[in-house]
């Protein structure tokens, strides 16, 4: 069977996409923590003069915990789109999507404290 449903054009897809990181930005605090989180972390590698592999895991880690907090929030909008009362379901999938942007979030912060705290030790 062929879907005759008609395809945005690929700058719809792109706006669509940008909605979508705004959104998530404007009303999710947890993404705003991230964001403030990944503006210190530029700050300080502009100050202590990271090297470029060290800027790379940088980049890398502040894509992987937002895109997580992101499809964290997707799931939890589904979640509650599809149900008003308690399902264990529900809260599984919920549970799961925050411990991977948890998870993500404690590496990350192990991995900035591998690249800062020697920078930031020799300065003292």
């Not at 993404?31 to 060290?54: D, N, P």
């Not at 894509?63 to 789109?81: H, Q």
Request: proline share 2%; hydrophobic share 55%.
């Amino acid at each position: 069977m062929e879907d005759k449903r008609k395809k945005g054009s690929l700058a719809d897809s792109f706006k669509y996409a940008f909605i979508g990181i705004f959104t998530c930005v404007r009303q999710e605090r947890n993404m705003k923590i991230h964001c403030g989180a990944a503006a210190l972390v530029t700050l300080a590698g502009i100050f202590l003069k990271i090297s470029l592999r060290e800027w790379m895991e940088c980049l890398i880690l502040f894509g992987l915990v937002m895109s997580l907090e992101m499809v964290n929030t997707a799931i939890e909008a589904v979640v509650d789109l599809v149900t008003d009362e308690y399902q264990p379901l529900a809260k599984v999938a919920k549970d799961v999507a925050a411990g991977a942007v948890l998870i993500a979030a404690i590496i990350a912060a192990i991995i900035g404290c591998i690249i800062f705290l020697p920078k930031l030790a020799a300065l003292f």
